[in-house]
């Protein structure tokens, strides 16, 4: 209440744009990262590479049943800190704060994580510290499809926030954004050795 008036509260709705497309080319609204996890990462037969601020144990268990077992996931991730020295750490801590949550299981998840990281098909990098840093959220799938928008490789940004995306299908495009996000990983630094001693320490628990 503000001024004697009542502020009502407005619930947000997903829209997909076609409304009914089995591959929408756009959308806004909660739950839009997981409509185009679920719709889209199907799609891959090789390599899915995902450039975002955040990557957390709760958003890999919402995608990862619609990506292939022989499929390669590349996680970048790249939202800014101050303190550099405190990069890798500040990751590392993000993602195994879903540890902490009592209210949610996800020891299935660590164990399908742990999976495809001794097969080879996971690697994860950190690019905070490269100048100047970068806010960019999207996803390649393969060559076939990108999309891109606010939506986060985490439970927020897939299941809660409101967010918007859009997929495009063109070569050019998708080619620019691949050949960006190489540039970006060959310069940063590997998290994957960290990550596993966190995670095998977990389960070991």
């Given at each position: 209440r503000i001024c004697g008036y009542m502020i009502k509260k407005l619930k947000l709705r997903l829209s997909l744009y076609p409304e009914?497309?089995?591959?929408?080319?756009?959308?806004?609204?909660?739950?839009?990262g997981r409509t185009f996890a679920e719709r889209y990462l199907k799609k891959a037969y090789h390599t899915v590479k995902i450039a975002s601020g955040y990557f957390s144990l709760r958003g890999y268990e919402i995608a990862k049943n619609h990506i292939g077992q022989?499929?390669?996931?590349?996680?970048?991730?790249?939202?800014?800190?101050n303190n550099t020295r405190e990069v890798e750490a500040a990751v590392i801590s993000e993602i195994v704060a879903d540890?902490?949550?009592?209210?949610?299981?996800?020891?299935?998840?660590?164990?399908?994580?742990?999976?495809?990281?001794e097969r080879g098909q996971f690697i994860i990098k950190d690019a905070r510290q490269v100048k100047p840093p970068f806010h960019a959220k999207f996803?390649?799938?393969?060559?076939?499809?990108?999309?891109h928008g606010s939506a986060n490789f985490?439970?927020?940004?897939?299941?809660?926030?409101?967010e918007q995306l859009s997929s495009t299908k063109k070569s050019k495009v998708i080619t620019m954004f691949t050949e960006w996000y190489d540039e970006v990983a060959s310069?940063?630094?590997?998290?994957l050795e960290e990550l596993v001693k966190q995670l095998r320490a977990w389960l070991n628990l």
């Amino acid at each position: 209440r503000i001024c004697g008036y009542m502020i009502k509260k407005l619930k947000l709705r997903l829209s997909l744009y076609p409304e009914n497309a089995k591959f929408p080319l756009f959308g806004i609204g909660p739950k839009i990262g997981r409509t185009f996890a679920e719709r889209y990462l199907k799609k891959a037969y090789h390599t899915v590479k995902i450039a975002s601020g955040y990557f957390s144990l709760r958003g890999y268990e919402i995608a990862k049943n619609h990506i292939g077992q022989d499929v390669q996931l590349h996680i970048l991730i790249g939202r800014n800190r101050n303190n550099t020295r405190e990069v890798e750490a500040a990751v590392i801590s993000e993602i195994v704060a879903d540890f902490q949550q009592c209210e949610i299981n996800i020891m299935e998840s660590v164990r399908d994580l742990l999976r495809r990281i001794e097969r080879g098909q996971f690697i994860i990098k950190d690019a905070r510290q490269v100048k100047p840093p970068f806010h960019a959220k999207f996803y390649i799938v393969d060559k076939t499809v990108l999309w891109h928008g606010s939506a986060n490789f985490s439970h927020n940004g897939m299941d809660i926030l409101a967010e918007q995306l859009s997929s495009t299908k063109k070569s050019k495009v998708i080619t620019m954004f691949t050949e960006w996000y190489d540039e970006v990983a060959s310069d940063s630094k590997d998290l994957l050795e960290e990550l596993v001693k966190q995670l095998r320490a977990w389960l070991n628990l």
